[in-house]
């Protein structure tokens, strides 16, 4: 079955840099869209943005629009979460995700996570 593996999380001062890796495993990776979704405590899984299979269009949510960039090497099956100017707001658990094989623009695959902790 697919596997998502996330790296990169960790504890960083507000106004800091991480970048979070996530490799694919058993996965078309070439072919289709991937995602990063973060989930803060006592909220909401939300969505962060996405890249398309030849990383033409990537859409961000406005929260991190102009401080985070989203990036694939598809050679490597992996895809990349570069955070700049990181604020307490941005802290969440991290998740990769893969597109569907069946519903296009739907994510079927999930990574266990990583966290990410900002603090003020």
Same mark, same amino acid.
């Given at each position: 079955?697919?596997? !998502? #593996?996330?790296?990169?999380?960790? !504890?960083?001062?507000?106004?800091?840099?991480?970048? !979070?890796? %996530?490799?694919?495993?058993? +996965? &078309?990776?070439?072919?289709?869209?991937?995602?990063?979704?973060?989930?803060?405590?006592? /909220?909401?899984?939300?969505?962060?943005?996405? $890249?398309?299979?030849n990383? #033409?269009?990537? $859409? +961000?949510? @406005?929260? =991190? /629009?102009? *401080?985070?960039? $989203?990036? *694939?090497?598809?050679?490597?099956? &992996? #895809?990349? !979460?570069?955070?700049?100017?990181? /604020?307490?707001? @941005?802290?969440?658990?991290?998740? %990769?995700?893969?597109?569907?094989? +069946?519903?296009?623009?739907? +994510? @079927?695959?999930?990574?266990?996570? &990583?966290q =990410? &902790?900002?603090?003020?």
């Amino acid at each position: 079955q697919v596997q !998502l #593996v996330e790296s990169g999380g960790g !504890l960083v001062q507000a106004g800091g840099s991480l970048r !979070l890796s %996530c490799v694919a495993s058993r +996965y &078309t990776f070439g072919r289709h869209l991937m995602g990063w979704f973060r989930q803060a405590p006592g /909220k909401e899984r939300e969505f962060v943005a996405t $890249i398309s299979w030849n990383s #033409v269009g990537t $859409i +961000y949510a @406005d929260s =991190v /629009k102009g *401080r985070f960039t $989203i990036s *694939r090497d598809n050679a490597k099956n &992996t #895809v990349y !979460l570069q955070m700049n100017s990181l /604020k307490s707001e @941005d802290t969440a658990v991290y998740y %990769c995700a893969a597109e569907s094989y +069946y519903r296009a623009g739907e +994510y @079927d695959y999930w990574g266990q996570g &990583t966290q =990410v &902790t900002v603090s003020s």
